[in-house]
Each structure stands twice: as structure tokens, then as C-alpha cells.
């Protein structure tokens, strides 16, 4: 099997799969009257692969000629991240500025457990390569979806699984047997779930050896007995019509607490068992990859939040003010670093004893807290552009009264613009920045890839002082030890 139509897709969703919403059990979540925004949303995925215009950017062939979504083109060189990334920008663009995440952010797990668990194999014996290999031909063969859930909900913070006052905080095994494996417990927050095929597990954290079943990497289809998706409804348009809300109308993703309740994964479908010095390894290895996706699918949301305020301040006649200006090139600026440096990740990269290139570490980090620091500043320089008719503008209703409209077209015009479309332009940024689409995105900014003191972590951690430390000591003449 090649490429797979939006049809074939969509139709591989309605598998008996176990999802709520609202309390309520959805038969079908590609007909659901809120889920189906989410699922038409993806499945835009498999529309670019066909496009002409797209075609060559979101497929690849491999050596035996056979053609394939790229996303499962494991990457070899800064030109096979560029790729990527260039993709996922071309497709979070097409979709509204919303990332699609079928596809993107399992096969940044595939990335992460290939070479884990080739380290796993040599330190340990096991057999684990073979079986991420073997997956990750039967996705690419077949064209899947993946969901990565590795959040746990993780209790109290400040203790590790095994000191919780539940057991279940983080996902761990509860049986081992000859064919597989037994797993219980539930991860937050996990992306696109009830839009994929298939989710790959993966531990949250680094964990000692009192923890070792809770060290546990697997992959299985979403409609397995005992998986159960119950799907946040937050984040959703404030309404269908594309004159309020034009991008959540039409473009939306989906969140779920994911359960597992005592779910069996047969052996070949397990890619870490016990092994808990990989966790930590396995958790960092996969956020690499996850960040750079993450400041690949950023700057066409920063680019739209850049493009309303500029045409708001031509339709409210302050596009020469200073302080516009002003806003406007900070905008600029917040989002050209973290393309910039999204880029520099890719020519940056560090390709692994294995081949496989890794995205640079600084600037991926970097960019992705930049992106995360600003965020509730850029939307203020916005929100101080547009102003305050954001929130206090008419209803389209009142747009098509015969009664009402004439008071909106006298009275809510702009500089050399009709009131409706200023009003469009208007709700573009409640959209974007003041509904629960908006707030929805606040919290992806901060919180969705790690949270910004993750960020934090990790540059200090890995940033080279020493470099500098020798700098430092060989201008002042001082021996370092
Ligand atoms: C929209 C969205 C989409 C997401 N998609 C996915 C997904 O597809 N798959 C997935 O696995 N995850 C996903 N996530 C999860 C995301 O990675 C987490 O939200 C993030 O890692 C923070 O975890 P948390 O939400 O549990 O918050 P917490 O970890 O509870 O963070 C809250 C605060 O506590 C601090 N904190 C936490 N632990 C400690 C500690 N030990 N000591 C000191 N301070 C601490 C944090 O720094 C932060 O300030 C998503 C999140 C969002 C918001």
C-alpha cells in the first residue's frame, strides 16, 4: 500500500475506537459535530500529498522507488530537516496556522526510538531496534497516523512513581508474559488522538531502578481494548461561522486524557521494558526531535498574528504612529529569530554515530522559548492595535438585519475601509487571541512541548560554558584547571 487518499483516512477512523466527549460516547468522530472540525482539519495531511503544487515537498521515494509521506523520511543530513521543516510550515499554513500533529510528532518518537534503542540493544542484549524498524515500516508502508502519549499526570511533582500516593500517576506495567506486556495508568494532554491511527508511549522522565516498571516505550492501534480517549472539549471555535471565528471554524485540534485500562501490547510492539537508565535518554531523545517540529509549525501563527495587526493599523489609520511601528517590527523581530533559529537548528544539526541527524540542541530550545517568553506580549502589541472592538463589535446576525446593518456601515467603517470587513479583520484576532481558541493557544505556547523552565533546563545544561570559561581565562592569562 502507497500513499493513502483522505477517504481511505478518514475511513480508517471510524474502527469501533473507544471516545468521549462530553460525557457521551462518539460513535463516529469524523461526523461528530465538534470532533469532525478536528478530523477535517487532519485529513488535510493527505489532501497536500496529492496537491500538484505540494506534491514533491510532502512525499519521498525511498531507494526501491516506492513513494511515501516524508514524514517518515528518517533524516540523514541539515537538508533532510530543512525538508521537514519546511513542510511542516508549508502544512500548519495551509491548515490556518493550526499544526496538523498525525504525523509529525510520531514520527519524531520513531526518530527518538531508533536511536535509543540501538544504545539499549548494545548495553542490555535486546532485541529492541528490530521491532522500532519494523514499525516504522509498517507506518511508512501504510500511510499511518500516530499520537505520542508521554505526559504522564504525574500526581504530586516533587515525587518519583513509585513514592506517589497512586500508584497509577505514571504508566506502568502490571504483568509480563511470554507474548507481551500489561499496562495501566493515563497520560494527559495527548494530541490528535482520536484522529490517528495508531499511539506510541513514552516514559515522561528519568527514573531510578525502585521505578523500573514504569520504564515502558510501546506502540499500539488506538482502537486496542482498554484504551479509552476522553477528549477535551476546550479549544473550540466560539462558533461554526467563518465570520467570527475564521480560523477555529474550519481548524482545530483535539486533546485527550488517554487511559489505559490494564491494555495488553503484544512483545513485538514493545520498545522498552524495564531497561530504566534508558528512561531519561528515551524522554530527552524524543523532545529534541519534538522541539524542532515545535519551532517548525510556529512562525505561521506568528506571521498571521503579524499580518492582522498591520492591516489593522492601515484600517484604523495609525499605520505611521510610532508606537505602531514599533509594535509591528517587535513582531517582526519575534518571529523571524524563531524561524531564523528554527533554521539554524536544521544546518546545525549532529548526525549520531547511526546516521541519523539531530536537530541543534541551543537553538531549538532557544527558539522554542522565545517563541514561549513573548507570546502573551505579542498578543498584547495586537490586541493594542486592533482595539477594543475585538470583543465589543456586532454579531454577523446583525449584519444581515435590514433593520441593523445600516448603523454598522455608517458607523463602523475605517480608514478607507468598509465596516465588514474591518469587522472580519476584527475578529481574526479574537480568533487568534481573545475566544477559547485563543486562550487555547496561550496555553500550547506555554505549556505543549515542555513547559518554558524545561527550555531553561536544557540550555543551561547544554550550553558549552567551558568555550567561554577558556575564553575568559586566556584573555585574563588564567591557568584553568
Ligand atoms: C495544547 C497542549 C498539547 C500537548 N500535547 C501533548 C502530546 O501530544 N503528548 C504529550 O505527551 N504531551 C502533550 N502536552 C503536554 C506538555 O508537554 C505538558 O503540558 C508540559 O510538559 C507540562 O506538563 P504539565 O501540563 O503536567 O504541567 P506541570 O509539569 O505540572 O507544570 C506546571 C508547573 O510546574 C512546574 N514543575 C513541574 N514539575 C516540577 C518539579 N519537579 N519541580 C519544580 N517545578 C516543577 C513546571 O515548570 C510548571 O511551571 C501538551 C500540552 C498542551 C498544553
Redesign the pocket.
Known sequence: MGLRTREQYLQGLRDGRFVTFKGERVADVTTHEHLGVGARHTALDFELAEAEAHRELFTWADDEGATHSRYFKRPENAQDLLNRREMIETSTREGGSVVL?VKE?GTDALFALDLVSRVVDEKAGTEYNARVAAFHRHCRDNDLTL?????D??GD??LLPTQQEHPDYYLHIVEEREDGIVVRGA??????TPFVDEIIV?P?RAIGAEDADYAVAFAIPVNTPGVKLLASPF?AGESPSQFHSPVSSRHR?V?TLTIFDDVFVPKDRVFLQKEWQAAGFLANTFVEFHRFTAVSYKPPLCDLFIGAAALLADFNGIQKASHVRDKLMKLIAWTEIVRGLSRAAAFDCRITDFGLAVPNIIQTNLAKYHFAAQYHEAIGWVQDIAGGLVVTGPDEADLASAEIRPYIDRYLGGAGVNAEDRLKALNLVRDLTASDFGG?NQ??A?????????QKITIYRDYDLDRCKDLAAQIIGVERS
Open positions: 500533529l510528532i499520537a505520542v502519549a508521554q505526559t499526570v504525574k511533582r516533587s497520560k494527559a494532554h495527548t494530541t490528535g513514552l515522561t479549544g485540534l486533546d487555547y496555553l500550547l506555554i505549556h505543549a512541548e515542555g513547559s518554558i523552565e524545561a
